[in-house]
């Protein structure tokens, strides 16, 4: 197979030259968060390795969504992973999609214009990969997003992006490891696994196919499961037996009955930034629920999702004090970010800032053969 076989490669590659030389000049300061999910939570300065900085769709506060060409950017950026969301093809091979239509992203109403359903849309299921390899992708046509009146993402129905397989970006990440000073590892959430189900397809067996052709198959390795299934989450530890960090996405707010019974199969929870966060007082003081604290209690890390410095709560004045609300106040693990560069530069900075100890919170490693006998 080769690296991409969709695309022009001079394009990304100019995407990622542009930024090597910011991406060397913050090489050397920035750090990891260990990734096995923790026994017990400490006090310690978690200012030398946390959050991680995941690329939400790639750097798509920059380029359109979950393209090889984001992907490339959110390396160059420094992101410590890389999200891909996974939905089937008609022939069951998983691409880098985050929607199950077509309509918002791609040309599909275009060039195929006798291929929607009766529901009035273009459902990527309906498709093979040659069929999708026809297609080109924008930006989100979709209104009502805070960030499109901001006039500042990549312009709509302009350049040449392609759907890819996740194979693809897999080869293409692992590729960039290889040639960059920067390790970057992939966040994988396996989308809608009910409508796949429906459709006679399989999701999480086809999606762990492909990860374990990679090399991805273990808590050791640089990944992340995700799934908003419950169901699923589980099936994927008991019955698919995959011992790879997995991440419950929740878009409700759950309580430590809950966090308990989630923690039986998962590593962590992925959730709404407002579940950490969620505003300030008349002092300016910061509003912290107790889903970090319970979540830690229960061994599960937390990720938030989305940091957008376009589209900042009312509440916080800047992407800076938003951020230390979030990590140093709140405690997370990990954001998901559409700017992934400015998370990366805040963490640098505020590295550099702190000596000695600081009110982060730094989580221990649980050992695998706990890890493994709970699971």
């Avoid at 920035?30 to 017990?40: E, F, I, L, M, R």
């Avoid at 300065?45 to 060409?69: C, F, K, M």
């Avoid at 990860?211 to 499961?225: E, K, P, T, V």
Wanted: charged share 25%; net charge negative.
């Amino acid at each position: 197979m080769k690296l991409i076989s969709a695309y022009d490669f001079p394009l990304w590659l100019a995407f990622a030259a542009f930024l090597l030389p910011l991406a060397f000049a913050a090489v050397t300061s920035v750090a990891q968060v260990n990734d096995d999910a923790p026994s017990t939570v400490v006090p310690s300065d978690q200012t030398q390795n946390a959050p991680i900085v995941i690329g939400h769709r790639g750097a798509s506060g920059y380029l359109p969504e979950h393209t090889t060409e984001s992907a490339v950017l959110a390396h160059a950026m420094l992101a410590d992973y890389i999200e891909q969301d996974c939905v089937l093809s008609k022939d069951g091979i998983p691409v880098v999609l985050h929607d199950l239509i077509l309509d918002d992203v791609s040309n599909a109403a275009i060039v195929f214009p006798d291929r929607k359903r009766a529901d009035g849309h273009w459902h990527v299921m309906d498709f093979t990969l040659d069929e999708l390899r026809k297609l080109t992708i924008t930006e989100r046509r979709s209104p009502n997003r805070a960030w499109k009146d901001k006039g500042t993402r990549f312009p709509l129905e302009t350049g040449s992006f392609r759907i890819s397989t996740l194979a693809e970006h897999l080869q293409l990440i692992q590729g960039l490891n290889r040639s960059r000073p920067h390790q970057a590892g992939v966040y994988v959430e396996v989308k809608d696994p009910a409508a796949h189900h429906a459709a006679g397809l399989d999701s999480s067996k086809e999606i762990l196919a492909v990860l374990g052709q990679y090399g991805y198959d273990s808590a050791d390795d640089r990944i992340y499961l995700q799934c908003f299934d419950e169901a699923e989450v589980r099936r994927l530890r008991n019955e698919l037996k995959t011992q790879m960090l997995i991440i419950q996405l929740l878009s409700q707010p759950a309580d430590a009955a809950k966090l308990k019974e989630i923690a039986k199969v998962a590593d962590g929870i992925g959730v709404p930034l407002n579940h950490v966060v969620s505003g300030k007082d008349k002092e300016g003081v910061p509003q912290i629920t107790e889903l970090v604290h319970d979540a830690h209690a229960n061994a599960l890390q937390v990720h938030v999702w989305t940091f957008r410095t376009d589209a900042l709560p009312a509440f916080a004045e800047s992407a800076t004090e938003y951020l230390e609300w979030l990590v140093v106040a709140g405690g997370v693990d990990g954001i998901f970010a559409d700017q992934p560069d400015v998370v990366v530069q805040w963490r640098t900075t505020r590295r550099q800032q702190v000596n000695g100890g600081s009110p982060f919170h730094l989580l221990n490693e649980r050992s695998k053969e706990k890890s493994r006998s709970e699971k």
